[in-house]
């Protein structure tokens, strides 16, 4: 009987919070599936959080399955990567970008097919993605939506519409967690099939929104739904650079400063810390429930909505990116959603009458971890 040889695939996992530690528990769970089908084994080199990077040692120069079973235990007590024994601590000093930079740097070298995985909530990883992305055989897939949609369409394109860079770069989870949306969008655009609408409602979080206000985001929170900072996703923000990411996918060179986005919260509470702002939400309670009930006696319901319009076929009218709170039909497609999922629909010349639909659970660690390891495994089985 032939026998297969297993090749070793290395990576750096840049946070080790929900959907990280989701990850690399993924990933051990996978080892027998990825030597079967793909005669591939991922191998952790490092792993970072906010304070330190912990590397491993073992056969392939990685951490061993019982190291990363420590080290996820470690991180789910609450613990930093800094007490960890051999951790390379971030001098305080040092901005953090600069931290991650060289550590790909210095992974470029000494391991020069590795794949840099951003499961981290911070614009930080811009450099050190980037380097991945155009560094000879290095390859880098995120879960963290700030570098995709961060202030320069000039970095988007380098990471994601250079020539070579649909083959090195992929970030599937920045939008609907673990749902195939930009697999989708991809396969539509090299198609040529002229995308003229992209809508839906793109949050776990505020999937919830129809029911009381605050309970609903204190229970997306401990689901893990929320972003890091959960003004982010009551502020209508990660919606705005998930749809920000969708439209760049499609190619409008445009900013985050070009969404139009209807906050659920008034500028006053935008000033507290996160936890006052959490204490001050039941603030909200009444008026949002007032909102509900009016949209109740119509038969209809509330949703956070995004639509992305890119230009007309004949260049007619600039696009344009919107997300906000609508009110529909309660038995319409967007009205019947339930808890985290989301709905993307996608309308193109070839899905003009009838969409093609992505529904399902759009947040959640392990969905989201799903998403970035099939990232990681199309990366893995598309080298060059
Ligand atoms: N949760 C979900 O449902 C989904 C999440 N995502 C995205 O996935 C990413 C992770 O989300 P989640 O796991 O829930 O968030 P967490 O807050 O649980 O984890 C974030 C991790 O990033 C680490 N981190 C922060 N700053 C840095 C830094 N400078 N260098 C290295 N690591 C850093 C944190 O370190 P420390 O532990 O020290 O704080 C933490 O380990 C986010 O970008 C989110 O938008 C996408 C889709 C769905
Ligand atoms: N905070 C986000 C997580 C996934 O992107 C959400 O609620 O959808």
């Known amino acids: 009987m032939a026998t297969c040889e297993t090749r070793t695939v290395p990576f750096v996992l840049v946070g080790a919070g929900g959907v990280g530690a989701a990850l690399l528990e993924a990933i051990v769970g996978a080892r027998a599936l990825h030597k079967a089908r793909y005669g591939i084994r991922f191998s952790a080199l490092a792993v970072c959080d906010s304070s330190a990077a912990v590397s491993g040692a073992d056969a392939a120069g990685g951490l061993s399955d019982a190291e990363i079973a420590a080290l996820i235990a470690h991180k789910a007590s609450g613990g930093k990567l800094a007490s960890q024994s051999g951790a390379v601590v971030r001098p305080a000093e040092q901005d953090a970008s600069v931290f991650l930079e060289s550590l790909v740097d210095k992974y470029s070298k000494e391991a020069p097919d590795t794949i840099v995985v951003d499961c981290s909530a911070t614009d930080a990883t811009v450099p050190a993605l980037l380097k991945a992305a155009t560094t000879a055989n290095m390859r880098a897939a995120s879960a963290n939506k700030k570098p995709f949609a961060d202030s320069s369409f000039r970095n988007f394109r380098e990471l994601c519409l250079a020539p070579t860079s649909p083959a090195r770069v992929r970030y599937e989870s920045s939008v609907g967690a673990g749902l195939p949306v930009i697999a989708a969008l991809a396969r539509v655009v090299s198609a040529h099939d002229a ?103 119509e038969g209809k319901v509330l949703r956070y909505a995004a639509n992305v319009r890119p230009p007309a ?9 919107k997300v906000g709170l609508v009110a529909v039909p309660a038995s319409s497609p967007l009205g019947t959603l339930s808890g985290s999922d989301n709905l993307v629909e996608i309308y193109s010349q070839w899905y003009a009458a009838t969409p093609l639909v992505l529904r399902g659970a759009g947040a959640g660690a392990g969905t989201t971890a799903a998403g970035v390891l099939s990232d990681m495994v199309e990366l893995a089985n598309t080298r060059g």
Do not use: H, N, Q, W
């Not at 982010?232 to 070009?258: F, N």
């Not at 076929?313 to 990116?321: E, M, N, Y």
């Open 313 to 321: 076929a004949d260049g007619t009218g600039g696009g344009s990116l």
């Open 195 to 297: 995308v003229t609408l992209i809508s839906g409602s793109f949050s776990g979080t505020l999937g919830y929104a129809g029911e009381s206000f605050s309970a609903v985001v204190g229970k997306a929170k401990e689901l893990g739904y929320t972003e890091p900072d959960p003004r982010d996703d009551l502020g209508g923000v990660d919606v705005a650079r998930k749809a920000l990411i969708l439209a760049r996918t499609l190619g409008m060179a445009l900013e985050l400063s070009d969404v139009v986005v209807e906050p659920l919260y008034t500028p006053e509470l935008a000033e507290l810390s996160v936890p006052d702002f959490l204490a001050a939400l039941p603030t909200l309670d009444a008026a949002f429930a007032a909102k509900v009930a009016a949209a109740a006696a």
